[in-house]
Structure formats: C-alpha cells, structure tokens
C-alpha cells in the first residue's frame, strides 16, 4: 500500500469507483481500502512478533531487521488511525452540511 | 535482582586491582633494599585474591529464594603474604652489608616479573572500569523507555 | 482489558531480565580475571527458550512465561584454561560478551518502547 498521503487514497477511490457508476460501488471501494490497510497492520504486527521472537530466542542477531519490522508495523497502525480519524472528519462535516 | 551489584562487582576489582599495584609499587621500590625492619632484607609481598561468595553451592543458583546469592560476586584481596623464595646471592665484598664472604643478600624481588604483573594490574583495571560504564551505559537507556 | 494489553510484551520483559543479569555475571567474570581456581559463569536463557518456544509455542504476547526460574546461571568448567593458577576467565571473550549483551539489551529497551507507545497512540487515537 502507499504510505504518501490522502491524495493518494482520493485518487485511488476515484480511479476504483470510475468504471462503475453509483454510490454504492464508491463506498465498498474505500471500505475495501480500510479493510486491506487494516489487515495489513495484522499481517506486519505478526511478522514483528515473529522476528522479535527469533531474536530473543537468539536464533538471529539481525538488530536491524528487528527494528525496521517493528517500525513498518508501528508506521501501518499510525496509518490506519489517521485514516480512521479523517473519515470521522469528514463524516462530520458531512452531517454538518446543511441539505 | 540487586539492581546495581553488577556495578559493586567491578568497583570491588578496582580495589582489588590497586591494592595489588600498591604492592607491586612496593616492591619494586625496595627492590634493592638489604635492610628492612626485622633485618633481613626486603621480602617480596604478593595479593591473594579471593571471590566473594564464590562458594555457594551450585543448586542454590536455582532457586528462587537464594537469588541474591549469585548477584553479589566480586573480589577481595583475602591476604597479602610475603614471598618465601630465597633470597638473591650477590657477590659485592663493597657492600657495607656484605658477610665475611663478601656475599650480600639482595631481595627476592625480580624486576622485570613486577613489571609484568603491574601491566597485568593495569589492564584488569581499565576491564571493569569498562565493565562499570557499560552497566551505566544500560542502566540509562532502560531510562529512556517510553520516551 | 488494560491489563491484558500490558502484559503483552512479557517474553521481552523476560528476555531484558536476562540481559542484565548476564551483564552482572560478566561483571563479576571480569573483577575475578586474577583469582585463582575461579571458573567463569555464565547465564543460560535463550537456549532454554528456544527449545521451548519450538515445543509449546510460546511467543510474544501468547503465554506468560512464569517465574524466574528460566534464567539459569552455570559455572564453566569446560572452557580451556591457558593459566597454571586454574583460572579460565578469557578477559577478551567477556569483553565482547559484554559488547554483544548491551547491543541486545538496547535492542530489546528500544523494542518495549516502540511496544508501549504504540498502545500509547491506539489509546489517544492520535
């Protein structure tokens, strides 16, 4: 996934959502977006868990592998909180809207 | 655990380490001296160095209760004793101290062998100096936690 | 909740335990390089976890491991000594051990930090 910004992820709902006319196909594509991101998070979290495990059990002494795993996870859950928050942004300000 | 014994461990080598460079330092000044208190000349002193509670039995590591046991090593100095090797024979029928031979009794001491042992002194030293920092290197970055 | 959240990092918080008495048994290796008759110690953690890891896979944040008992220290009676005086601490092999042990001990400081302010962020949402 591309960690460069929500334009990025704007572009990439519009570019999803333009073969298919309707709301409906608009929404899945983002909930599929938070879906994937949210299982990445899952999937870098157990890949840090499983290389912390071979260090402590000494069966590696790559510090550094160690370390960037535990950044990439850290950097995916930042991602997905901040996704989270802007949707929560925007669907105020959505209901704010006076129709 | 004890948190710092690491940290007593090697201050007790440094005591140790220099008291033993104190006598090294002694004996090389005296290296020449052929009249001394009890009038014989200069014995050479040497350290024995002793573990602290290096004698607890193995099985007590295991158990819980006596953990403090092991975190409490270091090392004395249990005894400074005087070397019993003979002394030197020089023949020097100058020497006011010389016997009716012309013979003098120099101390036992070996200069060159103090030399070693006082670089040996040294370089256990500068050990646990390096010991000590690294605990205190260790002890702050566990300060950094969270931060 | 909070409570299971926090104790996740229980293998690593075990793994630090070790570190630091391994420091301290080196420590005291290093004040003892000149006695006689002393054998040099040593603590035994991680080959203890891997075998057990490998059997009840145990891994961070799956089980809690219990005790202090998994931390072993032994005397080394097999090292070769080069000394006439019975003593086999290798003062260069306990200085690199000591070089590795704190490169470990960060490591594993910086790992429980990242551990705690990630659940830091999760919480405040920010």
Do not use: C
């Amino acid at each position: 996934m591309n960690i460069s910004g929500l334009s990025t992820l704007h572009q990439n709902l519009l570019v999803q959502s333009s073969p298919v006319s309707g709301r409906v196909e608009e929404k899945s594509g983002f909930g599929d977006m938070l879906m994937e991101a949210v299982r990445n998070v899952s999937r870098l979290e157990k890949e840090s868990d499983s290389i912390t495990d071979d260090f402590i059990a000494g069966r590696t002494d790559n510090i550094h592998s160690v370390l960037i795993a535990a950044e990439k996870a850290s950097i995916s859950l930042d991602m997905v909180i901040e996704v989270r928050n802007k949707v929560l942004e925007a669907y105020n300000e959505i209901m704010r809207m006076q129709v | 655990m004890g948190f710092f014994s690491a940290m007593e461990s090697s201050a007790s080598a440094l005591t140790a380490q220099r008291l033993r460079m104190d006598t090294i330092s002694e004996n090389i000044a005296n290296a020449s001296t052929t009249r001394s208190e009890e009038g014989t000349p200069y014995r050479r002193k040497t350290v024995i160095f002793e573990a602290q509670n290096g004698n607890a039995p193995f099985s007590s590591y295991l158990s819980k209760a006596s953990r403090e046991l092991f975190t409490n090593g270091g090392v004395r100095v249990s005894r400074i004793v005087e070397d019993q090797t003979p002394f030197k024979s020089v023949y020097d029928p100058g020497h006011p101290d010389a016997d009716e031979n012309g013979i003098v009794e120099m101390p036992n001491v070996e200069v060159v062998t103090e030399m070693v042992n006082m670089i040996s002194a040294a370089r256990a030293y500068e050990a646990s100096v390096t010991a000590i920092n690294t605990s205190k290197s260790m002890a702050s970055k566990a300060l950094e936690i969270g931060k | 909740m909070l409570n299971k959240l926090l104790f996740q990092n229980n293998l690593i918080e075990k793994s630090l335990d070790a570190a630091w008495v391994r420091n301290d048994i080196i420590s005291q290796n290093i004040a003892n390089v000149d006695t006689p008759g002393y054998k040099r110690k040593e603590v035994k953690f991680e080959e203890y976890l891997d075998s057990e890891m490998k059997l009840s896979r145990i891994s961070n944040g799956k089980t809690r491991l219990q005790g202090d008992g998994d931390i072993k220290v032994v005397e080394d009676h097999e090292s070769y000594s080069y000394r006439l005086d019975g003593n086999n601490v290798d003062i260069e092999r306990e200085m690199a051990q000591m070089a590795m042990n704190t490169l470990r001990y960060n490591t594993l400081i910086q790992r429980i930090s990242g551990e705690l302010n990630k659940i830091r962020t999760v919480i405040r949402g920010r």
